[in-house]
């Protein structure tokens, strides 16, 4: 992975931020976005390659695949909320980064609800079995 490109453009982001913030801090926050941008379009690439990965892995283990789904998705719901919470707590707006925390929560367990039943319904098998 491209990790010293990733670090430079991080630390240009911020070198870029910390300027605008005191000459133009109406536009100090696209900064971050952009830089933020630039850094995930560059791991883009990978990431299709790690769900390559965990699939083949998964297939191995005898997972079904509609869990290695949910599994992805809640993943994905996560990464998307940490980091819009993250660009609102760089531009203190803590209550907005909070609600944007709670419905990635939210939004994580509603979409883990069909495996959290099948966990629970065999649970509830082992229990009441005879």
């Known amino acids: 992975m491209d990790?010293?490109?990733?670090?430079f453009t991080g630390i240009l982001t911020a070198v870029i931020y910390s300027f605008l913030r005191?000459?133009?801090?109406?536009?100090?926050?696209?900064s971050l976005l952009g830089g933020a941008a630039v850094?995930?379009?560059?791991?883009g690439g990978r990431f299709l390659e790690v769900v390559s990965g965990a699939d083949n892995m998964m297939s191995l283990s005898g997972i079904g695949k509609e869990n290695i789904s949910i599994l992805l998705r809640a993943l994905g719901i996560?990464?998307?909320?940490?980091?819009?919470a993250d660009v609102c707590y760089d531009n203190s707006c803590s209550t907005i980064a909070a609600a944007v925390e709670l419905a990635g929560r939210i939004g994580a367990v509603y979409v883990a609800m069909p495996m959290l039943e099948?966990?629970?319904r065999f649970a509830i098998g082992l229990i009441y079995e005879t």
């Open 39 to 43: 850094i995930l379009i560059t791991v």
């Open 3 to 7: 990790i010293i490109k990733i670090a």
């Open 78 to 84: 996560f990464v998307v909320t940490q980091f819009a």
């Open 118 to 120: 099948t966990v629970a």
């Open 22 to 30: 005191n000459n133009r801090p109406e536009i100090a926050p696209l």
